[in-house]
């Protein structure tokens, strides 16, 4: 039983990448390797500087989540430090998958360092990830409360009007949880971990920063689409929830052939070959380059260590 549930994720990641690969391949068949690459060329420049401006702002914005974990936790480190931690952590959960447990093993090397014990580590996990998930729904209940026609874009059996009221339901659980906080509902004790509800002013700021790298992250695939077709940034914005949360519930590795599929569903109205062409871009300013630089960091940091060991048995 315990084999099958290890095989279960790469089972599903693998599922959802073939099945997406023949789908995409299906419905793109006819589009040739000459036609994608003049979409490339016809990017502006200014759309390759600001998707590189918005990935900035994506990852700046993720490192603000384990400011504000280890806020909560009551940790202070140099903000440097936080600022590699986390980009290294997101650059390769992003590209590997299942974010969570290869966010955490790399979160656990770095932390304990300095000082924090493994269960905290293990909460600053999960406040990290219920900060992408608190941004994540709010994103989406703005747009299907101002653009519930995107739901057009993927089935046309969804009314708008159902839409609309779902938007409306979840900022009311957004907002609930802001109520929550200023209250202060008490701590949940188990036998390993204490749950402390945070700070009315650490909930404000997550549900600042947390919609900041999503919308950093979609304005990357925003700035460098083509205006032909375009149906603007909040739609835009709608497709990339959608298409990011399937590769995430996919644990695809680098979401490959998920956010592709979604993206191309979702843009009906533009050339697939120029929606292919942002992609890519997106691909390498957000998974592709920060991922080679992790791999750089993580070599200098266990290099250190390593040779802080040495010295410690010299000693």
């Known amino acids: ?110 932390y304990t360092s300095k000082g924090l014990a493994g269960s905290e580590v293990g909460l600053l996990v999960a406040f990290c990830s219920f900060t992408f998930v608190l941004g994540t729904l709010m994103l989406f209940g703005l747009v299907l409360v101002f653009e519930p026609q995107i739901v057009e874009r993927f089935a046309d059996f969804l009314p708008i009007e159902a839409a609309f ?23 949940i004790n188990t036998r390993w971990l204490k749950l402390e509800y945070p700070k009315p002013s650490l909930a404000f700021r997550q549900l600042v920063i947390a919609p900041i790298e999503l919308i950093g992250a979609a304005a990357i695939i925003y700035f460098v689409l083509p205006a032909a077709g375009n149906p603007g940034y909040f739609v835009v914005l709608g497709i990339f929830l959608a298409s990011f949360s399937v590769a995430l519930l996919s644990h695809a590795p680098g979401g490959i052939g998920v956010l592709e599929l979604v993206f191309i569903a979702g843009l009906p109205d533009m050339d697939p ?43």
């Open 165 to 187: 009221s779902t938007g409306l339901f979840i900022l009311a659980l957004v907002a609930l949880y802001v109520v929550g906080s200023l209250v202060g509902f008490r701590p």
């Open 1 to 110: 039983m315990k084999r099958l549930g290890k095989l279960f994720w790469p089972l599903v990641s693998t599922a959802a990448i073939v099945l997406s690969v023949y789908i995409l391949y299906r419905d793109l068949r006819g589009l040739s390797l000459d036609a994608f690459m003049a979409s490339l060329q016809a990017i502006p420049l200014s759309g390759w500087l600001l998707s590189c401006l918005a990935t900035l702002v994506a990852y700046a914005a993720l490192a603000a989540y384990d400011h504000l974990a280890l806020e909560h936790l009551g940790h202070r480190i140099s903000l440097w430090f936080i600022t590699v931690t986390s980009f290294t952590t997101y650059a390769l959960s992003h590209n590997i998958g299942a974010s969570v447990f290869s966010g955490a093993l790399v979160r656990y090397r770095a």
């Open 273 to 315: 070959a120029a929606v292919l062409a942002a992609l890519a871009v997106f691909r390498l300013f957000y998974l592709i380059i920060p991922f080679v630089m992790a791999l750089v960091v993580i070599l200098v940091f266990e290099r250190q260590r390593y040779l802080a060991r040495a010295r410690e048995t010299e000693d």
